[in-house]
């Protein structure tokens, strides 16, 4: 049996909680990267770019991790 998975009654395999666990931490990992990539490219006036992938960012956090979209790098506002 693969690491990570175990059999129920059924005799399916089922991912573990620990191996879900990983999984979750690596997408947040990703969105943070994600998060500096787009803030990057906006600070170096690559807006284009930046407002793709702040456009696809919104897509994941909201098809895949039903989360609530951020605002794209455009919209935000300075905090000083």
Same mark, same amino acid.
């Given at each position: 049996?693969?690491? %990570?998975?175990? @059999?129920?009654?059924?005799g399916?395999?089922?991912?573990?909680?620990?191996?879900?666990? *990983?999984? +979750?931490?690596a997408a947040?990992?990703l969105?943070?990267?994600?998060?500096?990539c787009i803030?990057?490219l906006? %600070?170096?006036? @690559?807006?284009?770019?930046?407002?793709?992938?702040?456009?696809?960012?919104?897509?994941? *956090?909201k +098809?895949?991790?039903?989360?609530?979209?951020?605002?794209?790098?455009?919209?935000?506002?300075?905090?000083?």
């Open positions: 049996m693969a690491r %990570g998975t175990s @059999k129920d009654d059924d399916d395999d089922r991912v573990s909680r620990d191996e879900m666990e *990983r999984y +979750r931490e947040e990992d969105m943070q990267q994600l998060d500096w803030g990057y906006h %600070g170096i006036r @690559k807006s284009e770019v930046s407002t793709v992938l702040a456009k696809n960012r919104a897509h994941i *956090r +098809r895949l991790l039903n989360k609530p979209e951020q605002p794209l790098p455009a919209e935000e506002t300075d905090e000083t």
